[in-house]
């Protein structure tokens, strides 16, 4: 569980986020979703230790980011798995070795054992005889599932996603969603997604957490989220045509 | 100095680590030998070939070519002179490699994890630029096989007297001299690039505008320690 507590942060004078008190729980997909610009990904990057805060604190699992010495940081950060937005995959590895990574580095298995977990991973993300190739050689997709891999190698214990389904087609975008909602459910972790696609939202958002101007203007999950009067969440959601005619719709009672 | 401390703290896994190094020695000073060795050949024989051209007084020696080739070569071009090559070849490839990593979100992507970046991409680089004296002593004997080359074969003058010239007045200390440069040289070959890709910000844009300041500003200070290594090692 991650909990977070009055967070503020700024840059050069200007407040990002301002007070935000969240909960994210165990075994279930937490969506941060929001506007472009309506501090979602400095949030995230506040959680994962890659901005200090100015103010508040974020709690993993009862301890105290903010008051961890960098060692312990260090130590917390294996127990995390991140998938970019645009995947972050070192180009100068093959994919393999991309998923290899993280088991390399904090594990003591041998070459043997890490190819096995690399082809059980690359498996179980359906991404198969892809092995000894690089990243540029693989589309958008693959990409975001080979970086979907790499960050459950190590089995996390919270496992962060920024924008999973950006740039992809509606087809792999819920391969995606539905890949991230089965291991967090399967390894019982913390996930947190970040997102404005109303589809993943729909898909997967066991609880969402609306941002708007720095702060959280609704909470709720995927059931409750198309019966809030709350109009910032309303214009967020119908914003997009599809969920338009869905709203006329369901109010002609069809 | 921020940078260097944080480049020394939190080693990565040892045999992560040297791998990365043989890595590095392998795309950073191996790959280098071509092309600084052929600048280095010729270069050798146009300081050979200049000096010949201007010995115009029949009382100064000809072994005089032998002497300017060897001490032009070891002195100033086989340190500094390829070390401002270097700049530009293995410097941008270091900022653009590392700035590249971090406009992917490659450095977050290793910082998430609980590696410390710095320590992982700068670290392996100042170890194998620890061995650039390897290849400036490579350098040196190549750019006087060239003036050898060129003096000996042009008819320029006798093989004894090139010979004569290349021995004379030998100060070990010269050579002491050049590598203590080289090695100055290669840690801010390491350094200065990696600091200018570690911290950018930006796009691919920038990208080539850091490599472009980074060469700039490591040519800078190769000349401006050259002149205080001189002044310190040399006439003191």
Known sequence: MIEIKNLHKGFNG???????????????????IGASGSGKSVFLKNMLGLFEPDKGDIIYSGESLIEMNIDR??????EMGMLFQHSALFDSMTVEENIMFPLRMFTRMKLTERRERANEILNRVNLINLNHKRPSEISGGQQKRVALGRAIANNPNY?????????????????????IQEITHERDITTVIISHDMNSVM????????????????????????????EAVTDFVYSSDLFKKVRVAQNQGL | MLMLIGVFRRPTKTSVLKEL??????????????????????????????????????????????FATRQSIILEFAPTFISVIMAGKVGSYITSSIGTMRVTEQIDALEVMGINSLNYLVYPKIIALLFYPFLIAIIM??????????????????????????QDTFIPWH??????????????????????????KGGALEVGKAATTSFVWTCVAIIIANYILTQILLTS
């Not at chain 1, 898909?203 to 019966?227: H, P, Q, R, Y």
């Not at chain 2, 050898?148 to 007297?161: C, H, I, R, T």
């Open chain 1, 14 to 32: 200007e407040k990002i986020l301002k007070g935000i008190d969240a909960t994210f729980e165990k075994g279930k997909t937490n969506m941060i």
């Open chain 1, 73 to 78: 940081k260090s130590e917390l950060r294996k």
């Open chain 1, 159 to 179: 496992l962060f996603c920024d924008e999973p389904n950006s740039g992809l087609d509606p087809k792999t975008a819920t391969v995606i969603d539905q890949l």
């Open chain 1, 203 to 230: 898909e997967i958002g066991e609880t969402i957490v609306f941002l708007k101007d720095g702060m959280i203007a609704w909470k709720g999950s995927n059931k409750e989220i198309f019966k809030t009067d709350n």
């Open chain 2, 21 to 66: 190094i043989l890595k590095e020695v392998d795309d950073l000073v191996i790959g280098s030998i071509g092309i600084t060795a052929f600048i280095s050949l010729f270069m050798g024989a146009v300081v050979a070939l200049q000096t010949a051209l201007n010995l115009d007084n029949p009382l100064i020696p000809k072994s005089l070519i032998g």
């Open chain 2, 141 to 166: 004997f190549v750019g006087i096989f060239g003036g050898f080359m060129a003096s000996v074969y042009g008819n320029l003058v006798s093989l004894e007297d090139f010979v004569i010239g290349l």
């Open chain 2, 175 to 200: 050579i002491a001299y050049a590598f203590i440069k080289t090695m100055v040289f290669g840690i801010l070959l390491a350094t200065i690039p990696s600091y200018h890709g570690y911290y950018m």
